[in-house]
């Protein structure tokens, strides 16, 4: 994994990251604040695609907006191009995690000429906040509240906040007890994945994450009809950070999508990272056989260096 700069529409300096495998490119739009070690699986060579991505605004290395009000859906949609400009990327596959659901479907459904096919793990189209504790069997309004007061709480808090997590050990010990605390679950990663992934995540400023989070609030529940490209959804059977219902509700009026359950909690990409990897090299093939198809009835209808492999 390699990290670069970009800047953003807005001029802000966005760090993004890439892999050096060969395949297809992927776009992936993350979760909030999480890092390239929380998807092992695409970062192995022989993951059978090449990973762009970045880190949000204000973390990991990108910097926070001259404007701290650019931080809203349009602004993570505008860093996304970003970087596949920067790439030389004009169409590819796009996944997306946790909140990065909501900026994936927004690319596809504003730019759709740049996203010829969709995977979404683990997370909702809008209404981030009211997905929460679904699972539990909390009524959307009840969990939607209690996410709001918690973030709220936090930004209240914040150097109390950070004064704490900043100073949890973080170690193989530590990460086999989280997973085994129910937010999330044993699976495919190794402890000490679970480890690095968890002590780069607590080194953040809470109060700006959870700013950033809260600028996504009032983002509704958004109309997936018009999406005509594949589309891949995972849903975590055990997530109570986005309700699986409600991931796989945002897809139903799509005929052409695939849908999939998953026994993992929030956190697919470490907990079942052999399933990320298997649908996504399915759904490639699935957007190949349709841009060929594309290509054969109307060759002008593609765009220039959008052309599958034979």
């Known amino acids: 994994m390699r990290e670069h700069d970009v800047l953003s529409a807005d001029g802000t300096r966005v760090r993004g990251w890439h ?4 395949g297809p490119v992927v776009l992936l739009c993350p979760g909030l604040g999480t890092i390239p070690e929380a998807w092992p699986a695409l970062l192995l060579p022989d993951s059978g695609v090449r990973v762009l991505s970045w880190y949000h605004r204000g973390t990991m290395g990108s910097d926070r907006p001259a404007d701290e009000s650019r931080i809203t859906l349009a602004d993570h949609v505008a860093d996304a191009l970003a970087v596949l400009d920067a790439a030389g990327v004009r169409r590819c ?3 997306g995690w946790s909140m990065g659901v909501m900026v994936a479907t927004e690319l596809a459904q504003r730019y759709p000429d740049r996203v010829s096919g969709l995977m979404l793990a683990a997370g909702v189209p809008g209404d981030m906040f009211g997905a929460l504790l679904g699972v539990a069997g909390v009524p959307r309004p009840l969990g939607r509240a209690l996410g709001l007061l918690a ?3 936090v930004k209240g808090l914040g150097p109390l906040v950070d004064a704490v997590l900043h100073r949890v050990p973080v170690n193989r010990a530590t990460a086999t007890l989280l997973q085994h605390t129910g937010f999330m679950l044993p699976g495919g990663a190794e402890a000490d994945e679970v480890a ?4 780069r995540f607590l080194g953040h400023d809470s109060r700006w994450y ?3 989070a809260l600028a996504l609030a009032d983002v509704p529940e958004r109309d997936l009809t018009g999406i005509g490209v594949p589309v891949t959804v995972l849903a975590g059977k055990y997530d109570v950070v986005a309700d699986p219902r409600r991931t796989l509700e945002a897809v139903a009026g799509l005929p052409h999508a695939r849908t999939r359950v998953v026994p993992t909690s929030h956190f697919m990409p470490l907990e079942a990272p052999e399933v990320i990897v298997a649908e996504l090299a399915m759904l490639v093939r ?3 056989a349709v841009e060929r198809a594309r290509a054969d ?10 052309r599958p492999p034979a």
């Open 93 to 95: 596959v796009v996944m």
């Open 151 to 153: 973030a709220h709480a």
């Open 210 to 212: 959870v700013t950033l």
């Open 19 to 22: 892999t050096d495998s060969t």
């Open 286 to 288: 699935r957007v190949a």
């Open 196 to 199: 690095e992934a968890v002590r």
């Open 297 to 306: 009835a109307d060759p002008a209808a593609l765009t220039p260096g959008s």
